[in-house]
Antibody
Framework: QVQLQESGPGLAKPSGTLSLTCVVSDVSISSNNWWSWVRQPPGKGLEWIGEIYHEGSTVYNPSLRSRVSISVDTSKNQFSLKLSSVTAADTAVYYC??????????WGQGILVTVSS | DIQMTQSPSSLSASVGDSVTFTCRASQSIGSFLNWYQQIPGKAPKLLIYYATSSLEGGVPSRFSGSRSGTDFTLTISSLQPEDFATYYCQQSYSTPYTFGQGTKLEIK
């Protein structure tokens, strides 16, 4: 059973950059899966941010594309999210998840990131 | 983007009841529709994938899904106390993957 664990600062400053990492355990990140980021503002629904394949191919949500970058480090079995020019609207719980067979079958526990000065 | 519309937004029911949630896609998505359960403070959990399939050993048989065109339903038969949560549908037909706004199932 794959395990995912998000980590990073729980606070980001307005106009700054939010940076998170997801460590994958018990399965190689180089396996035939896509690795995604999904976020959930407090009390609201889920929004897919983007995904990456182990060789570096990425797909981003057009609504965030200009501000998002997802990268992968196969040597550390992890992938990362950077979201720039953040505002209070980016305050959310950020989840990393595995997409296999067109379904998100495994999720991290989530990390709350608050955008505030 | 493909819009996913869930109804109702909330539902009250009692232990032992059977309930049905609906999710409608704004365009054809085939059967690329997944259902997730989310308990407050927890990550979503996959219940049903490809509209009608469930993970072996991980999801009770009281959860089932169906499809009629662009309309999808999740049925929970004989509600258990642990089933009171929020349920989301999600299309994986094309990116950006999109979720419905959720249906909150509450205890009556």
């Amino acid at each position: 059973q794959v395990q995912l664990q998000e980590s990073g600062p729980g606070l980001a400053k307005p106009s700054g950059t939010l940076s998170l990492t997801c460590v994958v355990s018990d399965v190689s990140i180089s396996s035939n899966n896509w690795w995604s980021w999904v976020r959930q503002p407090p009390g609201k629904g889920l929004e897919w941010i983007g995904e990456i394949y182990h060789e570096g191919s990425t797909v981003y949500n057009p609504s965030l594309r200009s501000r998002v970058s997802i990268s992968v480090d196969t040597s550390k079995n992890q992938f990362s999210l950077k979201l720039s020019s953040v505002t209070a609207a980016d305050t959310a719980v950020y989840y990393c998840a595995r997409l296999v067979g067109q379904k998100f079958d495994s999720w991290g526990q989530g990390i709350l990131v608050t955008v505030s000065s | 983007d493909i819009q996913m519309t869930q109804s109702p937004s909330s539902l009250s029911a009692s232990v032992g009841d059977s309930v049905t949630f609906t999710c409608r896609a704004s365009q054809s998505i085939g059967s690329f529709l997944n259902w997730y359960q989310q308990i407050p403070g927890k990550a979503p959990k996959l219940l049903i994938y490809y509209a009608t399939s469930s993970l072996e050993g991980g999801v009770p048989s009281r959860f089932s899904g169906s499809r009629s065109g662009t309309d999808f339903t999740l049925t929970i038969s004989s509600l258990q106390p642990e089933d009171f949560a929020t349920y989301y549908c999600q299309q994986s037909y094309s990116t950006p993957y999109t979720f419905g706004q959720g249906t909150k199932l509450e205890i009556k």
